[in-house]
Nanobody, 115 residues
């Protein structure tokens, strides 16, 4: 079994920063693709950022230049550094890991950007 535990969410003002962390544990025996989705009220779930086992990254257009995804392979942990936050970034953020054709999800962490 695989478990993903997220942390780092919270309430910040526009222009502020947050760093989300997601630690994977369990039956993980190699480096796997990981990333972050988000779900805002009344909105479709969208892929925010993805990082491959080789460290290549991709982002949804709306966060390019503001968010950075990274990983620590020794810790099976993926991070999302979020800078210059906007109210439209408000959402529940879910991390994921892809293992042998299956996707495992974190519990979600709330990010609220408001003054």
């Amino acid at each position: 079994q695989v478990q993903l535990v997220e942390s780092g969410g919270g309430l910040v003002q526009p222009g502020g920063s947050l760093r989300l962390s997601c630690a994977a544990s369990g039956s993980i025996f190699s480096i796997n693709p990981m990333g972050w989705y988000r779900q805002a009220p009344g909105k479709q779930r969208e892929l925010v950022a993805h990082i491959t086992s080789g460290g290549n990254t991709k982002y949804v257009e709306s966060v390019k230049g503001r968010f950075t995804i990274s990983r620590d392979n020794a810790k099976n942990t993926v991070y999302l550094q979020m800078n210059s936050l906007k109210p439209e970034d408000t959402a529940v953020y879910y991390c994921y890991i892809n293992i042998v054709g299956s996707t495992y999800w974190g519990q979600g962490t709330q990010v609220t950007v408001s003054s």
